[in-house]
């Protein structure tokens, strides 16, 4: 936790003083027990954004790549992700992806926050995509308020395809609790999809963005 701690407040700092970001809403966050971060993602680095300007520590999927690659450059990558509390998953495995789920499940069971992107990957062209149903059924399983975020700029800081990045004015704005009935693991999909589709009318309305309706065909996790 110390480690966890220290990267996260120095990461923090990084952001704010390079970078001077608008954040909105802070006290929405619970101050106690688990919480379902749900932001839009449009840049690879709005994890390491929400997990360093939330007032709690909030764990995402991260590329299993990052903890594997090789190298200098691999070990300071994995160290990173493991000390902000990052959760490896397979790229385009369904099964990966489902034990992940399961292993935010249990992040949530002991009362902390987790973050997941409802549209599976970043949006490439700023467009708001349908969301997949594994945040609406974290929220059912659990009961846990989903906390929705729009990240706003941030694909200015380090453009697709590009290695580099531009530390640039971003906006996050945390809006308001959404609270679901908690009916465990055995409930119907349409239920799933009708809390998503809420949930993601709530970061719509934060983001701005415009609308598909049609999911984003990338499978990746980043």
């Known amino acids: 936790m110390a480690m966890f701690d220290a990267i996260r407040w120095t990461t923090r700092g990084l952001v704010t003083s390079t970078c001077r970001p608008t954040v909105i809403g802070l006290e929405n966050v619970p101050k106690e027990g688990p919480f379902i ?76 926050g ?18 997949r149903t594994g945040v609406g059924w974290l929220a059912l399983t659990t009961g846990a308020p989903v906390i929705p975020v729009g990240l706003i700029g941030t694909e200015h800081l380090q453009p697709a395809d590009s290695k580099s990045v531009k530390p640039q004015h971003f906006t996050m704005k945390v809006g308001a609790p959404l609270y679901f009935d908690k009916t465990g693991p055995d409930h119907s999909l349409p239920a799933r999809r009708q809390a998503t589709d809420r949930i993601m009318d709530a970061i719509a309305e934060l983001s701005g963005q415009e609308r598909s309706t049609s999911y984003n065909q990338s499978k990746s996790v980043d």
């Open 114 to 131: 987790v973050g997941i992107y409802p549209e599976g990957t970043r949006s490439r062209d700023g467009i708001l995509y349908r969301g």
């Open 37 to 112: 971060v749900a932001p839009n993602h449009l840049s690879f680095l709005d994890s390491v954004i929400v997990q360093a300007l939330m007032p709690r520590p909030v764990a995402f999927f991260a590329k299993a790549e990052y903890f594997t690659t090789g190298g200098v450059k691999g070990k300071v990558m994995k160290s990173f992700f493991e000390a902000v509390g990052s959760i490896p998953v397979e790229r385009g495995e369904q099964a990966a992806s489902v034990q992940a789920l399961k292993t935010l499940l249990a992040i949530l069971d002991s009362g902390k």
